[in-house]
C-alpha cells in the first residue's frame, strides 16, 4: 500500500521562487494563483503543473497602506477532470459467475484503464492542461454513467444465462461420491460373477463333454456294470459268507468256515463294521450290499481279514424265521422296542417257544440295544438252525429260500458245517467308534486282530503267509468304476488294498504301477505281471510311507 502523505499550506517565505509574489507596488502588476492542479501520480515535491491566470489588480496607494504586504496565496483544492475521476459502483454482496467473454471484457478495461493512466501521467510530465470545459465534464460523466450501466446490464444478463451457483452441501458431495462408490462395486461384483459363472460353466461342459466322448467312445452307457472275477475253490476246506437282510437293510453277517479234518466255525460280524471297498473307499460293510451286492462284501471281508471266501449269499430273515417257526428258544435278557412314546416288550427272557414273528424281531430287531447285543441274539438263531438241521435236512433249504447269490455252494457249507458236532458260533472281536454326537453306532477292527484271528480259527483260508504289501490304486480315466475289478484280482492275489481314488488327471493311456524304494521292487514286478504291465517305476526320492505300491490306471486297462 502506497504511503499517504499528508500536505499543508505552505506560507509564502516556503514557497519556491518561481512561485512567490512580489511585493505590490503602484503601476506594476500583481500575479495571483488562482488554482493548481495535482497530479496524483507525482508527488507534490516533484515539478507540479500549475495554471495560472494573469489578471490586473487594483492599486492601492501606498501611503493608505503602510508597509503592505501580499497574504500568502491560499492554494486551492486541486481538481480533477470529471473523466478521471473514481467511479464508486455498486458492489452485490454475491459475486456473479462471469462467462469467458465476461471474463475477457474485464480484462480488457482493466488494459484501457492502465493505458489511460500511463497516457494520463505522460501528458502531466511538465505540460500544463487547459481547464476543462464544464460541457465536456457532463458530457463525459454522462458518457460513464450510460457505460456503467451497459456493463452492470450485461452482468445481470450473464447471471441470468449462467444462474446462481446454488450452495456448495458437502453432505451432498460425499453422498454423491458414496454413490459412485457403491455403482462402480456393484459393476465389478457383476464381472466377477459373470466371470465365475462363464469359469464355472466352462468346467462343466468340459467335463460332461470329457464323460460323454468316453463313453461314447467305449461303447458303454452311464451305467457301470462292475463284474468281480471268481476265484477256484481249494480242497482244503470252504468259506461263505452270509448277509442277513431285513427287507433292503443288512442286520448282520456270519462268515461261515468248514473243513474236512478241523473245527468248523460261524463268526458273526456287525453291519456297521468300518471296512475298505476294494474300488470304492472306506465304508461300513452294510453298504457293499447296495454298492455290489454280496460278493463285494466278501472281497471286502478278504481285504480286512486276507483269508478267501468262497462262496457269498444274501439270505432273508423272514426265511429263517419261517423255517425255525415253533422252536424252544431261551433268552438271557428281553427284545425291548419302541413304539411312539413307549417301549414295549417284544420278546419275553427266559426259556420259550417262538412263533415265526417272535423270531423275526429276535433276528433282525435291535431295540433299545446295540449292535453286539443284536449279534448275541443272532448267535441263539444260528445255533438253533444247526440244531434243526439234523433233525430235519429240509431246514436249511427252507431258510434260503429266495437268498440270492451262490445258493448251492451255500448250501454245501452249511450241510458240512451242521454235520460237524463241534461247530462253534461265536462274534468277531470288535471295539466301537466315538461318533461326532454319539448318534451313529460304528465299530473297527485291527488288521492284525483281523489276520489272527484266521491264523488260529481258519489257517488253510489265509492266501498268504506273513504281512501282505499294501497297494493304493488311482483311476487315470474318465471311466467310473475301473478300479474295482483290478481291486477285486490284487486282493484275491494277497494284496491289501487301502485306498482308491483318483488320479491327477484322467490322461492316462496306459497304465503305471509304482514301487516305493527297491524293498516293494519284487511286489510291484508281481502287479506288473498280473496286470500285464511290462514297465515298472520305482519311487527312490520320495518314497510314500502309506504305501508300498501305486497303481494308476490308464485307457488300456478299459
Same mark, same amino acid.
Given at each position: ?127 500544463? /492542461?487547459?481547464?476543462?470545459?464544464? /460541457? ?101 476246506? /470252504? ?90 428258544? /431261551? ?228
Amino acid at each position: 500500500m502506497a504511503r499517504r502523505r499528508f500536505w499543508r499550506k505552505r506560507t509564502n517565505d516556503e514557497l519556491p521562487q518561481e512561485l512567490q509574489v512580489e511585493e505590490a507596488s503602484s503601476g506594476s502588476p500583481v500575479e495571483r494563483v488562482r488554482s493548481v492542479d495535482l497530479d496524483p501520480f507525482n508527488p507534490p515535491d516533484a515539478k507540479p503543473s500549475l495554471k495560472v491566470e494573469t489578471a490586473p489588480l487594483p492599486v492601492t496607494p501606498v501611503d493608505a497602506v503602510p508597509s503592505a504586504r501580499v497574504s500568502t496565496p491560499e492554494i486551492l483544492e486541486p481538481s480533477r477532470p470529471a473523466s478521471r475521476r473514481p467511479v464508486d459502483l455498486e458492489i452485490t454482496e454475491e459475486p456473479v459467475p462471469l462467462t469467458r467473454k465476461g471474463q475477457r471484457d474485464v480484462k480488457k478495461a482493466l488494459r484501457d484503464t492502465r493505458r489511460k493512466a500511463a497516457q494520463h501521467r505522460r501528458n502531466n510530465d511538465g505540460v500544463v /492542461e487547459p481547464a476543462p470545459d464544464p /460541457e465536456r465534464r457532463a458530457a463525459d460523466q454522462t458518457a460513464l454513467s450510460a457505460g456503467v450501466a451497459k456493463v452492470q446490464g450485461d452482468l445481470s444478463v450473464e447471471k441470468e444465462r449462467a444462474g446462481s451457483p446454488p450452495p456448495v452441501d458437502r453432505n451432498a458431495a460425499f453422498s454423491e461420491a458414496a454413490r459412485i462408490r457403491r455403482k462402480a462395486n456393484k459393476r465389478a461384483t457383476r464381472r466377477r460373477i459373470l466371470k465365475l459363472m462363464v469359469a464355472g460353466g466352462s468346467a462343466v461342459a468340459m467335463v460332461a463333454a470329457s464323460v460323454l466322448g468316453s463313453i461314447w467312445w467305449q461303447g458303454r452307457s452311464s451305467e457301470v456294470v462292475v463284474t468281480i472275477p471268481p476265484v477256484a475253490t481249494s480242497g482244503d476246506g /470252504e468259506s461263505l459268507l452270509v448277509a442277513l437282510m431285513d427287507g433292503d437293510a443288512a442286520v448282520g453277517f456270519a462268515l461261515v468256515t468248514a473243513h474236512p479234518s478241523l473245527e468248523d466255525r460261524i463268526v458273526l460280524v456287525p453291519p456297521s463294521l468300518l471296512v475298505i471297498l476294494p474300488g470304492y473307499g472306506r465304508f461300513e460293510l452294510a453298504d457293499a450290499i447296495e454298492f455290489g451286492g454280496p460278493d463285494l462284501a466278501a472281497l471286502a471281508m478278504t481285504n480286512l481279514t486276507g483269508a478267501r471266501i468262497d462262496h457269498s449269499i444274501r439270505a432273508s430273515v423272514t426265511s429263517f424265521s419261517k423255517a425255525l417257526d415253533g422252536v424252544s428258544l /431261551e433268552l438271557p435278557n428281553p427284545v425291548v422296542v419302541v413304539e411312539g412314546n413307549d417301549q414295549v416288550v417284544a420278546a419275553a427272557a427266559g426259556v420259550a417257544v417262538r412263533d415265526a414273528a417272535h423270531l423275526r424281531v429276535i433276528l433282525g430287531v435291535a431295540g433299545i440295544d446295540d449292535q453286539l447285543t443284536l449279534l448275541v441274539r443272532q448267535q441263539l438263531v444260528w445255533q438253533a438252525v444247526l440244531a434243526s438241521q439234523v433233525v430235519d435236512s429240509g431246514t436249511l433249504a427252507e431258510a434260503l429260500i429266495g437268498a440270492q447269490g451262490d445258493r448251492a455252494g451255500a448250501l454245501n457249507v452249511l450241510r458240512a458245517v451242521s454235520e460237524d458236532e463241534l461247530a462253534r458260533v461265536a462274534s468277531v472281536p470288535v471295539s466301537a467308534v466315538d461318533a461326532l454326537g454319539g448318534t451313529t453306532e460304528t465299530y473297527k477292527m485291527g488288521v492284525s486282530d483281523a489276520q489272527a484271528m484266521i491264523a488260529t480259527q481258519a489257517p488253510y483260508l489265509a492266501i498268504v503267509e506273513g504281512e501282505r504289501h499294501r497297494v493304493e490304486i488311482l483311476n487315470g480315466t474318465a471311466v467310473p468304476g475301473v478300479a474295482v475289478p483290478i481291486a477285486a484280482r490284487l486282493v484275491r492275489e494277497g494284496f491289501r488294498v487301502i485306498r482308491t481314488d483318483n488320479a491327477d488327471h484322467f490322461g492316462y493311456l496306459s497304465t503305471r504301477v509304482i514301487g516305493h524304494t527297491s524293498d516293494n521292487q519284487n511286489a510291484a514286478l508281481r502287479i506288473g505281471g498280473i496286470l500285464g504291465v511290462d514297465e515298472i517305476h520305482l519311487e527312490q526320492r520320495q518314497p510314500s510311507g502309506i504305501v508300498d505300491v501305486t497303481i494308476i490306471v490308464g485307457e488300456d486297462m478299459t
